[in-house]
Every structure is written in C-alpha cells, then in structure tokens.
C-alpha cells in the first residue's frame, strides 16, 4: 500500500484519491467517496496526503475528529516555487499552475480575505477554481520535478515539506484556540480605561487624558489625530514631524505626558478593548486565523485579531484551563544564531555553541566585555546599521567574526545590485521592483522609507518592500542583508513546530500559539515539564535538521505558568 495519496474534494462534500509513486504518478485505481473525512479516517497507513490547499480540506477532518501525520499543500509549493524562480507575484493557485503547464490563461488568484470574528472562515473568497484530480497530480509531479531543479534541491524539499507542516499546525491551533479569560479582559480593561459611555465614545480615562492634552494646549486639541497634534506643537513653538514616543518624549511640555498615556491606552482601547472581546473570543477562546508565511521572510500574520501583538497588560487574560498549564518558551538570541548556523562563521559557532548569554560571549571576545556595544554590533550587522557608531562597532565585529559579516554583506551587495536573495533552505527574495509593481506583486509598500533603528528593529525585515529598489537600492540592500537571517530563522521555526507537533502526539498537550521565536502549548499540569523537555529535543532536532552538524545550539528559556503575562 502506497504511503502517498492525493486527495481532491468534490462539490458533494465527497472526494476523489488516489495512491502515489514517489515521483507523483498514480499507482492504483481513483476511488471516490462521500465522505472526505472517512475516506482519510480508514486510510491511517498514509503518512503523507496531497491536497490543493490545507486550509480548505483540514478544518473539515480535525471538525470530524482526524489528525493526518504529514501533507503536501500544492498551493503552498507553489507559491514557494514561483518564488525560488524570481517569478513572486504571479498566481500561485492550483488552478493557475494547471493552467501553466497547457499553456491557456492563468486565471488570477481569489481575493484574500481577513478571518470573520469569532469564526474559522476560509481564507479565501469567493472559492477557487475548481481542479479535478488529474490536474492535482499533473501540478504536483511538475512541483516535484522543479524542486530538482532549484539551487539546492534537498533544501527546497525540505522547506515545501516543513511549510506544509507549519499548515497543519496553524489549522490544528484554530481549532484548538488560545486560552482567554473575558472575566479578567474586562476587569483589565477597567482598570486601565475605566467606566464606558453610553453610545460607544472614548472610555473615561481616554476622556480625562484628552482633557489634560487641551488644557495643556490652551485649546481643544484631539490626541488621536496627529496631525492636530503636530499643529498644536508648532503653535506652541516646537516642530516635530510626527507624534510618536521616541519623538516627543524628551520634549519639555505639559501636554506630553497626558498625550503618551492616551496614545498607549487608545491603542489598546482600539485594538483590544470591548468590541475586539465580543467579535474575538468564543467559548474562553481566541481563534484569529494564522497564516503561515505570510510575509516574505517567511514570518507568519493572521488573518485577524491581532494576535501577534498582544500587549502585555492583555496578556494577563490568557489564562490556563483548571488543572491545565501554559509552557511559554522564548529562543533565546536566535537570530545571531541563526547567522551563525549560516555562514559557518568558526568564530561566531563557537559562540553560538553555548545556552549562556551570546552577547556577554561576543562582548567578552571582541568589545572587552561591554556588552551593550557586542549587542549593538550584531543586531547592527543584521539590520544594516552601518553608520556613525554602527560602524564602528561593525568593524570590530568584522576583525574577529570575518565570515559571518562578509554573509550578511554579500546579502545587502546582492540585493542593491536586485539579485534574487535566498533563505538557507531557499526562500526567495524577489528582484527589484517599484512601488507599483510591488503593490499588483501584493506586496505591501511602506509609507516611509527611512531605516528603522536598531532597538526596534525586531520586524525591519517584513516592514521593507522586497526589491523595492527602483528608486533606493541601499534600502533593499539593508532589507536582504535581514532577509538572509531572519528568514532563514523562520526556515528553523517551521522545522521545530513540525518537530514539536510530533513529540507531542501522543500527550493531551496542544499548541495554541506561535510567533517567530516563541510558541505556547496549552496542557495538564502533569504534562508540563515532559512539554518543556519536548521543546528543548524539537529545537535540537530542528537545527541539526536544517542547519546539519554544527556545533550552534538553539536554547529556548521556558516558563510554565497559569497566565501568559506571567512568563516575563
């Protein structure tokens, strides 16, 4: 019995399958059934299934109670492909593969959608194309086929492979959902927003705020409008260019500390106040919607919610089951260890080599022992911050990790130049392009251009236009020169979730959260400290997976709480 199938849906919420050679081709007679689910269920033999899209047939079988061990998403290949091929941007559905290879028009992808509140909504609307089986499996032996001949042909299987995983676990993490109190986020919220009005208006502490603001002012002035804001400043004799914090904070007025605080307060107010509770969370449940590789880095988004930027004070209301635990880990200081693992910088291996402070290590070997100046040089190394200080400290870092410097140069080079620029498993960073063709790419383009400090520069990489070069190369080379880390960390990311998922099989344990260097499993209290030693083989087996036999370790710094907020 083959240990592939694919499988297709049909209109009568049916399927049609087939077994699979190793090189795609069909090995038996198609069978058809009524029931997708059932025909999945009696097949337990089949450890990989192919399907067009995880997000359309695997809510449907984890509704019906079955788990599959392993998939191959088509669309999701595709799209890694076209990528790897410099062609990002055009239609990655199945229907638009099919298409491809009998040469007719390619039908444009459906509109993405964002997720309905409360609700596991497809992610696409209105349906895609319809593709028969015979189409599945010509797209997919033509897939398997390409992966031959990319770059590296192993790497590529592996990340296609490790991507459809990371689709099984965010699907199988909407079902689960993350644990949420609505008891304690309403208590949360009074506490910080206090008595709300009749007819949906500002929360009293936001009202007693803009007050202060106006007063401070000497007339009305509205806070959640910046451009009132900087008018009100510039009346007062200061300019400024924009409200944010770091730009107003050292300005010496009355009105600035009421105006952080309800810039703060309105944000979460905005974003997770009332309306986010009641559209959000169901059954002491949060389901956003994850979308694996939503960025071009490789980093995932939802399709609502928010849930990747859960402010901390919120986070008091992700709150265990009784008797059940979070186990929160954080990778601690990945991505200098992920450069490391990438450019087989001795050095900086060596370093990497240890669970103790990386940067402490680095401060004592090149910065003697400042510590601050050692994180400052690699974080600059990483996101380009190459002037002024910056390169000063690079040039220290450069005389005693030579090659992991010479990486990530050769990376921003690359992409100044609007050479393709590709992850260690080989996720591509598409040419240069301009804004416009950026935006028909659906790539998103940033409304400023300027270089994001080093402090904040934890998303710098998906904030950038890939190849978004036309006008400012040195921009696209300080994005490359990230892309090459931080998507290479998330090649590592999906391989450990995959790993994770398996080591928890057989507990009770499930994943309920995940963003970029840390996850959260949700299980008994008697399961927590066999979760925690589950992490630290998953992260393990994921370097040396990804990475091969390097002497670079991946330590996550676990905590196993009642309460999110707890864990830092």
Not at 344 to 361: H, I, N, W
Not at 400 to 405: Q, T
């Amino acid at each position: 019995m083959s240990e592939r199938w694919v499988i297709a849906l049909t209109a009568d919420g049916g399927a049609q399958l087939v077994p699979l050679t190793a090189d795609g081709r069909p090995s038996g007679e198609v069978a058809e059934e009524p029931d997708a689910a059932e025909a999945v269920r009696r097949r337990p033999e089949v450890t990989r299934w192919v399907w067009r899209s995880t997000a359309e047939i695997y809510p449907l079988l984890l509704a019906a109670g079955v788990r599959v061990e392993r998939c191959y998403d088509i669309e999701d290949a595709e799209q890694l492909l076209l990528g790897h091929e410099g062609r990002l941007g055009e239609p990655r559905s199945a229907a638009a593969a099919w298409a491809r290879l009998h040469h007719r028009p390619v039908p444009p992808d459906p509109p993405q959608r964002s997720a309905e509140p409360g609700a596991q909504s497809s992610l696409f609307e209105p349906g895609p194309v319809h593709v028969p089986l015979e189409g599945l499996i010509e797209v997919y032996a033509d897939q398997l086929a390409r992966h031959e001949r990319a770059a590296h042909p192993g790497r590529m299987r592996l990340l296609t492979a490790s991507e459809s995983a990371g689709m099984l676990v965010a699907a199988e993490m909407n079902t689960a959902g993350l644990p949420w109190s609505a008891d304690v986020h309403k208590e949360v919220l009074h506490e910080l927003l206090g008595e709300r009005y009749a007819g949906g208006g500002e929360p009293r502490r936001l009202a007693e705020l803009a007050d202060e603001v106006s007063t401070a002012f000497g007339r009305r002035v509205r806070p959640d409008l910046p451009a009132d804001v900087v008018k009100a400043f510039a009346q007062a004799g200061i300019r400024i260019r924009s409200t944010r914090r770091w730009e107003i904070e050292g300005i010496d007025h009355p009105a600035v500390a009421p105006l952080i605080e309800y810039k703060k307060l309105y944000r979460i107010w905005v974003a997770h106040g009332w309306s986010w509770l009641q559209d959000w969370v169901r059954d002491g449940r949060f389901r956003p919607g994850y979308l694996p590789g939503g960025t071009v880095t490789g980093r995932w988004v939802t399709n609502g919610g928010g849930a990747l930027q859960i402010p901390k004070v919120i986070r008091r209301a992700v709150v265990a089951d009784p008797g059940w635990r979070l186990v929160v880990a954080d990778a601690d200081q990945m991505e200098p260890r992920v450069l490391a693992a990438i450019s087989r910088d001795p050095g900086l291996m060596e370093v990497a080599g240890r669970t103790d402070d990386l940067y402490q290590t680095v401060s004592d070997r090149a910065f003697a022992g400042d510590r601050e100046m050692a994180k400052l040089a690699v974080l600059g190394a990483v996101y380009g911050q190459t002037s002024g200080d910056g390169l000063k400290n690079l040039a220290l870092l450069r005389r005693r990790f030579p090659r992991a410097v010479a990486y990530v140069d050769d990376a921003a080079r690359a992409g100044e130049e609007g050479r393709l620029v590709r992850t260690w498993l080989g996720r591509t960073c598409p040419p240069a392009v301009g804004a416009g063709e950026a935006e028909e790419a659906g790539i998103p383009v940033p409304a400023d251009e300027g270089a994001a400090a080093v402090d904040g520069a934890g998303d710098t990489a998906d904030e950038w236009v890939p190849g978004y070069a036309s006008t400012n190369t040195r921009a696209r080379g300080r994005f490359t020169r990230n892309f090459v880390v931080q998507g290479s960390a998330s090649d590592w990311a999906l391989v450990l979730l995959a790993a994770l998922r398996q080591e928890t099989a057989d507990m009770a344990a499930e994943l309920v959260f995940f963003q970029h260097d840390e996850v959260i499993v949700h299980c008994p209290a008697e399961e927590a400290q066999t979760v925690v030693e589950a992490i630290a083989r998953a992260s393990e087996r994921a370097g040396r997976i990804v990475f091969g036999e390097t002497p670079v370790r991946f330590p996550f710094s676990p905590a196993v709480v009642e309460c999110y907020a707890d864990a830092k």
